[in-house]
């Protein structure tokens, strides 16, 4: 295990800027700009449930929420990929739970502790139509790296 892995920050929400990224605050004052790990969610605006995908997380995440960051990986980007974490549940995976977002098989190694919890939400998510798998066939651009 990467000593990564093994950090996780005390922050506050900043902002929600699409389906997968949030702003946060730490605890010493530094804004760091989260991409959501192991998920994917419509961001582009002109994609079919990209603003549903973002209200769900704001809803999740109101501005100046608590939350615990599981840093899983650093972006050339500047970006923090993470499992966020409110109340003790992940919003990761509460976005796959209600069909807001789907696992990026790409990253999924990055949540090794709940890789079947993800798999299995979004085979529910999928089995009853929620969210996006109201459609009869969910693709949509991945903007992760």
């Not at 966020?84 to 069909?99: I, Q, T």
């Not at 939400?121 to 459609?135: C, I, P, R, V």
Request: net charge positive.
């Amino acid at each position: 295990m990467e000593l990564l892995e093994l950090i996780l920050v005390l922050a506050t929400v900043v902002g929600v800027a699409d389906g997968n990224t949030i702003r946060v605050k730490d605890n010493a004052g530094q804004t760091i700009t989260i991409k959501l790990a192991c998920i994917n969610a419509p961001e582009a605006t002109d994609q079919p449930y990209s603003l549903a995908a973002t209200q769900r997380l704001k809803q999740l995440l109101p501005s100046q929420s608590p939350v615990v960051i599981r840093s899983t990986q650093q972006l050339k980007t500047g970006r923090t990929v993470a499992e966020v974490f409110v109340d003790n549940r992940s919003v990761n995976l509460l976005l796959v739970e209600s069909g807001n977002a789907v696992v990026d098989p790409e990253s999924l190694q990055n949540c090794s502790e709940s890789k079947t919890q993800f798999l299995i939400a979004e085979a529910n998510a999928k089995n009853k139509h929620l969210g996006l798998w109201q459609q009869s066939k969910v693709k949509f651009k991945f903007y992760a790296k």
